[in-house]
């Protein structure tokens, strides 16, 4: 990651970096949305193609295969959405980068935000933090074209759903919060993710081994959103908890309806819905109450390393 990161900046002129570089005190750090509209930074529209291609190493570096394979995607139906409603091609991508520090320094961090993709991260030494990781698709299944089928987030769907079918008659009223679903995930992009907003659903505890299995393939799912190493950290940390993690669920169960589902445990929480345009708009979030924004590894270096 340091070295994609690195070559991504030498990829940069002096103008590009300057747009690009930020530090971690600036006021924009924890500062996101998933919505349409500009952000800080240097956007991927002024890039070279050149330095699109180093910005898809670092992208791919710093998410693992599946996430980056989820960015790709979500890029993919955004401009099936703007191709749409234009009526042309569309030949630009509008997210925007920002490095924070230097890839050489002890603590340093990067940034993708725009439409539908939120990544955050930061690095110290072998430590790393990936969190808030956002991934939307509008729309959720694409329906017509040539992408026709296309389901980003497909696998977060059916997953979840395969759980709640799962269910016997007394887990079902445990796990289902809700007839109706949320307009939106309810954390929303708060820089601060409270869980108490989250509701809590069906424990682990509760749950058969099959049912555990594919709950675990869930949770998994949005880890792997992470390199691998990193991703099994995480893993190893929410499985200490693993009994005290839930799953809820509200709106209907059949595929095609509006819905929303949320995994919560001790040291993470996931928010899913597909509530918008009829339930085909999609969201999806992972958020490491330890560690978003690098809170944890930032904390550790300034009190290590700049005490006075």
Request: hydrophobic share 40%.
């Amino acid at each position: 990651m340091q070295v994609a990161a690195t070559e991504f900046v030498a990829s940069l002129d002096p103008e590009a970096w300057a747009r690009a570089r930020a530090s971690f005190g600036d006021r924009d750090f924890r500062e996101w949305t998933y919505l349409p509209g500009d952000r800080a930074g240097l956007s991927m529209q002024d890039m070279t193609a050149p330095q699109v291609e180093a910005l898809w190493d670092l992208v791919s570096a710093s998410q693992g295969s599946v996430g980056a394979s989820l960015v790709a995607g979500a890029m993919e139906v955004e401009r099936h959405r703007r191709e749409g409603a234009g009526g042309q091609p569309v030949l630009d991508d509008k997210y925007w980068v920002r490095v924070y520090g230097t890839p050489d320094q002890e603590v340093w961090g990067w940034r993708m935000n725009g439409h539908h993709i939120a990544i955050h991260v930061v690095v110290r030494g072998a430590d790393l933090s990936v969190t808030p990781q956002f991934i939307g698709a509008e729309p959720a299944e694409i329906r017509h074209g040539p992408l026709a089928g296309r389901r980003v987030l497909g696998v977060e769907e059916d997953l979840a759903r395969a759980l709640l079918w799962s269910l016997d008659s007394g887990q079902h009223q445990v796990a289902v919060l809700s007839d109706e679903p949320p307009r939106d995930i309810l954390t929303r992009d708060d820089p601060a993710a409270d869980p108490t907003r989250v509701p809590a659903g069906l424990p682990y505890a509760r749950m058969t081994r099959d049912q555990r299995l594919l709950c675990d393939l869930l949770v998994r799912r949005y880890l792997d959103r992470a390199p691998v190493d990193h991703a099994d950290v995480c893993w190893g940390e929410i499985a200490e908890g693993i009994d005290d993690v839930t799953f809820g669920w509200a709106g209907p169960a059949e595929r095609g309806a509006r819905h929303y589902y949320c995994l919560r445990g001790p040291t993470f929480l996931v928010e899913y819905d597909n509530t918008q345009d009829n339930g085909n708009h999609a969201h999806s979030v992972w958020r490491d109450l330890r560690r978003d924004f690098g809170g944890d590894l930032l904390q550790r270096h300034y009190q290590e390393g700049h005490r006075a």
